[in-house]
């Protein structure tokens, strides 16, 4: 095989998943001459093992725990109600096999674009896969990411869990320790224990679900710690003890029948050969790559998705698979593409959001902040949904949004329009002059946006703008 | 009593709702010579008899409904849930208490600048109040409305329900007929469905929750079909059929029990003396008023809230007592204030919004549409809500977002970010620029965009925005 002569292909794109998919779309635009290659399934992070089946999880957890609500809002019976966990899981796999439908068909769709096998550079314009030489005119490496497991922790066999296991399971144990409490291990812990298991939460570090704002983690944490055990701040050891493991962190041990591992994703660079390519590589082995073009170095290679560790979110993903492809068309611009504003979302109850940077990235003398309590907020009571915190952050002088941290309920929501007013660089006058209906949620962002109002200067009187009479013929 | 010489004062308001408690806030920036004259319940509608206890009937019975989602998320004990209509009913008057609270408060705040009595205009600037004659510079006219119940169904007595009477009700009878299916008729009509009660709504017209969009009617009727027999394009008429009420309409007759009646509200301008302005009044003697300013031609009496008709929602009687409030001060601009992009929420299943105009209300030959259909949208179909449809409207020429309509899940959040973004005169790029994280319904909204954008010359290519690489440093 490695005798024959190099295959001479225009693009390649390594890496079938949300990434590489979206750049698919844009090469298409300019070449049918690609080839798709993807070592082991055909299915993305997100749709198989990620974003889909993780939400399908938390629903019917949330809607179980619903119940605790039902005798103060006059519904009898709640104390019969069950979670089958087998059957949640099977319905949870049920879900992931629909969504997981349009990746596998690729190959078929394909032909003989579609490669199976791991990919390997040789060099800028070169791979090596299953055997074959591969010369191409642009590389779009989009490898993904998978679950870190400490080494030493293989020992313990299938009784550690990831997400990459969790969903496969029939049956669940009694005793989960969750280790990681970022995103992922909080949407999985707070769901766990909401299907009735006894879990306990673990983490090295003291927060819980990425927040960086202390004032919102403050609020966040008790919600978190009346449902698990929480252990933070420090390293989980994990030790055999007959059939359990004795998990020992901050504060306390917890026996477990299982420990799902949610401490990070690591770059599948591993083996990629990226080292081939004659770029400084930093100590992980990752190259310096542009956001705006994802291009590596001055070379027609990017590296897009999870792999290169920059956003490691679906929609960041479809972004950069997006922008990457159109990078390496033959005729593409020398500027690259802007970035969304940033966007989190935890989909813990409450959510956990943020847009914008992070508060400590924000700089504390120009930055005006202001807070909405969500414990007594009237529709959040109505719905026995109140709790949590939001806060705003704009630029003092302009009154400029620049980013916001909450722990609300429908964070997801509220994240979403502030994403549109920071994306838009909106003022807090400017929100302020969009309707808020009653009773809504969004009525809490906008005791945020007046808290906030108080202290940019040019912010004050009517939230209205001044208007010419409408004329009386409106009110006919 | 009516010998007495006239009482002076700078500014009267009359009617402590929503409207005349915004009204206020504004008045005392200008005085504290002001009388607040309320003529029975010193409550809000909203807070007595409206949103409130109507969102807290709805929410206890969506909670309820949510069984029949248990069995596919493999949670088990659903048939043995029981809706107890008392102890539902009596949750919602908890609920009610505590946000009639503030404004049941305000007699004892404001002492005797507060007025319990009816008033009547005598004229400009004069007004009479339990005998007493008043004189004031400035008139705000804040009286409400109330439910309109045909005069020969009240001969049914307690069998015929309101909105004022239903939430009050100890217990509710099995069969209920709903005459009246706009906003009110359906939100209630399917909670009482939802609690398991035999409902049957009825309405002279064929639309259902105010819906514009013959589409979105389409999408929703048949949703609202499957929880309740509907009877629209005819006027119900009631029979008395021993001890039940004959309700016949379109394709059918209903036994009912009782019959809640929401065919609208009244405003309360009858006997307030408006005759006496010396304006001209239409036939439901209705003076014209201006909606930036709300003054009743050139005098200095305003009329705002429900009363005038114009936008009877608790958001817009608040910015019409602000109004009112700030053009009755005696240093007022000859200017009104703009009103906001008109929004509009039912809390039906899925819920229905409207922003912005309705659709008849735009040039068909200068707009492009753009639809999304929410039965098969992932995120919904996780949780189980997958229906309706959204659809958007923008100018063809710029793109600009002028109006939508939808009955989805969470459409409230939803409405909220079109009502930003037709407020802030966006375009469909303006908003498909923005984030949209996964999964969410918000990735519905943006298949609406994305179809809308296929009819807008201006729109293509890239979502992103052209942007100069970022720096090497930003992956650091």
Same mark, same amino acid.
């Given at each position: 095989? $490695?005798?024959?002569?190099?295959?001479k292909?225009d693009t390649?794109i390594?890496?079938a998943?949300s990434?590489?998919?979206?750049?698919l779309r844009e090469?298409?635009?300019?070449?049918?001459?690609?080839? *798709?290659v =993807?070592?082991?399934?055909?299915?993305?992070?997100?749709?198989?093992?990620?974003c889909?089946?993780?939400?399908?999880?938390?629903?019917?957890a949330?809607?179980?725990?619903?119940r605790?609500?039902?005798?103060?809002f006059?519904?009898?019976?709640?104390?019969?109600?069950r979670?089958n966990?087998?059957?949640?899981?099977?319905?949870?796999?049920?879900?992931?096999?629909?969504?997981?439908?349009g990746?596998?068909?690729?190959?078929?769709k394909?032909?003989d674009?579609?490669?199976?096998?791991?990919?390997?550079?040789?060099g800028?314009?070169?791979l090596e896969? =299953?055997g074959?030489?591969i010369?191409?005119?642009a590389?779009?490496?989009t490898?993904g990411?998978?679950?870190?497991?400490?080494?030493?922790?293989?020992t313990?066999?299938?009784?550690?869990?990831?997400t990459?296991?969790?969903?496969?399971?029939?049956?669940?144990?009694?005793?989960?320790?969750?280790?990681?409490?970022?995103?992922?291990?909080?949407?999985?812990?707070?769901a766990?224990?909401?299907?009735?298991?006894?879990?306990?939460?673990?983490?090295?570090?003291?927060t819980?679900?990425?927040i960086d704002?202390?004032?919102?983690l403050?609020?966040f944490?008790?919600?978190?710690?009346?449902?698990?055990?929480?252990?933070?701040?420090?390293?989980?050891?994990?030790?055999?003890?007959?059939?359990?493991?004795?998990?020992?962190? #901050?504060?306390g041990v917890?026996k477990?029948?299982?420990?799902?591992?949610?401490?990070? %994703?690591?770059? =599948?660079?591993?083996? +990629?050969?990226l080292?081939?390519?004659g770029?400084?590589?930093?100590?992980?082995?990752?190259?310096?790559?542009?956001?705006?073009?994802l291009?590596?170095?001055?070379? $027609?290679?990017?590296?897009a998705g999870d792999?290169?560790?920059?956003?490691?979110?679906?929609?960041e993903s479809?972004?950069?698979g997006?922008?990457?492809?159109?990078?390496?068309?033959?005729?593409?611009?020398?500027?690259?593409?802007?970035?969304?504003?940033? +966007?989190?979302i *935890?989909f813990s109850?409450?959510?956990v959001a943020?847009?914008g940077?992070p508060?400590?990235?924000?700089?504390?003398?120009?930055? *005006?902040?202001?807070? #909405?309590d969500?414990?007594d907020q009237?529709?959040?009571?109505?719905? $026995?949904?109140a709790?949590?915190?939001?806060?705003?952050?704009?630029e003092?002088?302009t009154? %400029?949004?620049?980013?916001?941290?909450?722990?609300v309920?429908?964070?997801?929501?509220?994240?979403?329009?502030?994403?549109? #007013?920071?994306?838009?660089?909106?003022?807090?006058?400017?929100m302020?002059?969009?309707?808020?209906?009653?009773?809504?949620?969004?009525?809490?962002?906008?005791? #945020?946006?007046?808290?906030?109002?108080?202290?940019?200067?040019?912010?004050?009187?009517?939230d209205?703008s001044?208007?010419?009479?409408m004329?009386?013929?409106?009110?006919?």
């Amino acid at each position: 095989m $490695q005798t024959n002569k190099p295959i001479k292909v225009d693009t390649v794109i390594v890496g079938a998943g949300s990434a590489g998919l979206s750049a698919l779309r844009e090469v298409r635009r300019y070449t049918d001459d690609f080839l *798709v290659v =993807n070592d082991g399934h055909w299915g993305t992070t997100c749709a198989a093992v990620g974003c889909m089946p993780s939400k399908a999880l938390i629903e019917a957890a949330h809607a179980f725990h619903r119940r605790l609500t039902f005798e103060e809002f006059g519904i009898q019976g709640a104390e019969g109600l069950r979670a089958n966990i087998p059957a949640v899981l099977a319905r949870v796999r049920r879900m992931r096999d629909g969504f997981v439908k349009g990746p596998e068909s690729v190959p078929d769709k394909l032909g003989d674009r579609a490669v199976s096998g791991r990919a390997r550079l040789l060099g800028p314009g070169r791979l090596e896969v =299953n055997g074959d030489e591969i010369e191409a005119r642009a590389i779009i490496l989009t490898p993904g990411s998978r679950p870190v497991v400490p080494g030493p922790w293989r020992t313990f066999g299938d009784r550690i869990l990831t997400t990459d296991s969790l969903f496969e399971q029939d049956d669940l144990p009694r005793r989960i320790a969750v280790v990681g409490m970022g995103a992922i291990g909080v949407e999985m812990a707070q769901a766990l224990a909401r299907l009735g298991l006894d879990v306990a939460g673990f983490d090295a570090a003291e927060t819980l679900a990425g927040i960086d704002d202390r004032q919102v983690l403050e609020a966040f944490r008790p919600l978190i710690e009346a449902e698990m055990g929480l252990h933070t701040g420090a390293s989980a050891e994990l030790e055999d003890a007959g059939g359990t493991i004795r998990v020992s962190g #901050a504060g306390g041990v917890f026996k477990a029948d299982a420990v799902l591992v949610a401490i990070g %994703r690591r770059p =599948n660079i591993d083996g +990629l050969g990226l080292d081939t390519l004659g770029v400084p590589l930093d100590d992980k082995g990752m190259p310096r790559i542009d956001p705006a073009t994802l291009r590596i170095g001055e070379m $027609q290679v990017f590296l897009a998705g999870d792999a290169n560790g920059y956003r490691p979110l679906l929609h960041e993903s479809a972004d950069e698979g997006h922008i990457a492809g159109r990078m390496a068309a033959p005729d593409a611009s020398d500027h690259g593409l802007c970035r969304r504003t940033a +966007l989190s979302i *935890v989909f813990s109850s409450p959510q956990v959001a943020r847009v914008g940077p992070p508060l400590s990235d924000l700089d504390e003398d120009t930055t *005006v902040s202001g807070n #909405a309590d969500f414990s007594d907020q009237p529709r959040a009571r109505i719905a $026995q949904t109140a709790a949590g915190l939001l806060r705003l952050h704009a630029e003092r002088e302009t009154g %400029r949004l620049l980013a916001a941290e909450m722990c609300v309920p429908a964070a997801e929501h509220l994240a979403h329009l502030l994403a549109l #007013a920071v994306e838009r660089q909106m003022t807090v006058a400017d929100m302020l002059a969009m309707p808020f209906y009653h009773p809504v949620l969004e009525e809490g962002l906008r005791s #945020a946006l007046r808290d906030l109002a108080k202290g940019v200067a040019a912010v004050g009187g009517s939230d209205l703008s001044d208007c010419k009479p409408m004329g009386h013929d409106a009110l006919d």
